[in-house]
Structure formats: structure tokens, C-alpha cells
T-cell receptor, first 111, second 113 residues
Framework: GQQVMQIPQYQHVQEGEDFTTYCNSS?????IQWYKQRPGGHPVFLIQ?????EVKKQKRLTFQFGEAKKNSSLHITATQTTDVGTYFC???????????FGSGTKLNVKP | NAGVTQTPKFRILKIGQSMTLQCTQD?????MYWYRQDPGMGLKLIYY???????DKGEVPNGYNVSRSTTEDFPLRLELAAPSQTSVYFC????????????FGPGTRLLVL
């Protein structure tokens, strides 16, 4: 069945350092979404990628969708303490109405 | 708009008890989802619905039931609570399969003892 693997599980960085989390799917995806969950909170939608090779930016966040539509990454430039939280990817297969979430990458930023 | 609301926020159940987790959305979304999140883990889809009267199983449906009699409400029923169902439960909704942003509720923390 569909599996979405996400690495690393944890990342501790000094404020100002960069951060990247990677998502890999066992099957080709229709689209992929990224969410952020603050400690004790609920997931909040960040972005959706649909096209092969797509790159989208949101201020210091850069999202990429692989050419084969089986992998994706989220890169944060110059992390800030407000970036603390767990970042999840969620992939959707073609012809299915459900998303499979990765296990998340927990980011801790030391001031 | 209140968005997606869930009740209760927290509940303790004894093994074998039953309960219903409530989820309501006021965004006129067609799609609704129930996820569970175990500590330090990602979200696992329990059930989902693409419209009133239509529901389907997700990855981990055993031990749960759902119904969707209206567009707004999507309750999740636990019939015989087990310790393995201790988790945080999130309800989410989205407008359609083309506008798929999922809006999550605040979650229900369930402890089964």
C-alpha cells in the first residue's frame, strides 16, 4: 500500500542555520501537501505542490516536488525560533480521495 | 466562520466504554476526514467522507464507525474503547478534490484506561 516516508525524524539547529526535511513516496503522487504543527496544536496547511519539478517559495521556505512526483522537500533558510514545530508532508495518489501523512520532522531552534 | 470545531477537548474512558467524538464545520466543505495521531507520530486516516451520506475507510478504521447525515457534521464513534485507542483525534475538512487544503480542528485528546 501507499507509504510516505519522511526524514529526518528530529532536527536541532542554531537560530540562523538552514533546515531541510525530505519526503519520499513508494508510489507516484498526484500532489503533495506540507503542514506545520506547533507543539500542542493542530496541523496547519502550508502549501500544495501539483506539477512535476514544481518549486514554490514562501518567504524563507522553499518547497520542491520531484520530477518523478515521488519525493518532495521543504527547506527553511535562516531558521528563527518561530519555526519550531513538526513539519509533515502528505501525499495523495491518483484516483484516491485520501492523503497519507509522513511521520513528520520535529524542528527545534536554539536561540 | 468558526472553521472546524471538535468536542470534547479531552476525555478519559474506561476499557469497553463507548463514546462519540463530535466534529462540525461551517465552511460548506464536502470532504471531511478523521485522523488519529499517536505521540511523536504522524497522522493516520481513520475514515473520510466525500459528501453527505458517503463514507469510506482509511488506513486504520478498525474499532471506529462514522456517519455523515449532513454536510456540516461528521461524528466518530468508538464502540468498545481499548487502550490502543489512546490518541489525539483530529477532524479535518476540505472543499473538494481540486481545492484540497485541509482545515483541521483543535483535536480531541482521548485516554483509555
Amino acid at each position: 500500500g501507499q507509504q510516505v516516508m519522511q526524514i529526518p525524524q528530529y532536527q536541532h539547529v542554531q537560530e540562523g542555520e538552514d533546515f531541510t526535511t525530505y519526503c519520499n513516496s513508494s508510489t507516484t503522487l498526484s500532489n503533495i501537501q506540507w503542514y506545520k504543527q506547533r507543539p500542542g496544536g493542530h496541523p496547519v496547511f502550508l502549501i500544495q505542490l501539483v506539477k512535476s519539478g514544481e518549486v514554490k517559495k514562501q518567504k524563507r521556505l522553499t518547497f520542491q516536488f520531484g520530477e518523478a512526483k515521488k519525493n518532495s522537500s521543504l527547506h527553511i533558510t535562516a531558521t528563527q525560533t518561530t519555526d519550531v514545530g513538526t513539519y509533515f508532508c502528505a501525499g495523495r495518489e491518483y484516483n484516491f480521495n485520501k492523503f497519507y501523512f509522513g511521520s513528520g520532522t520535529k524542528l527545534n531552534v536554539k536561540p | 466562520n468558526a472553521g472546524v470545531t471538535q468536542t470534547p477537548k479531552f476525555r478519559i474512558l474506561k476499557i469497553g466504554q463507548s463514546m462519540t467524538l463530535q466534529c462540525t464545520q461551517d465552511m460548506n466543505h464536502n470532504y471531511m476526514y478523521w485522523y488519529r495521531q499517536d505521540p511523536g507520530m504522524g497522522l493516520k486516516l481513520i475514515y473520510y467522507s466525500v459528501g453527505a451520506g458517503i463514507t469510506d475507510k482509511g488506513e486504520v478504521p478498525n474499532g471506529y464507525n462514522v456517519s455523515r447525515s449532513t454536510t456540516e457534521d461528521f461524528p466518530l464513534r468508538l464502540e468498545l474503547a481499548a487502550p490502543s485507542q489512546t490518541s489525539v483525534y483530529f477532524c479535518a475538512s476540505s472543499y473538494s478534490d481540486r481545492q484540497e487544503t485541509q482545515y483541521f480542528g483543535p483535536g480531541t485528546r482521548l485516554l483509555v484506561l
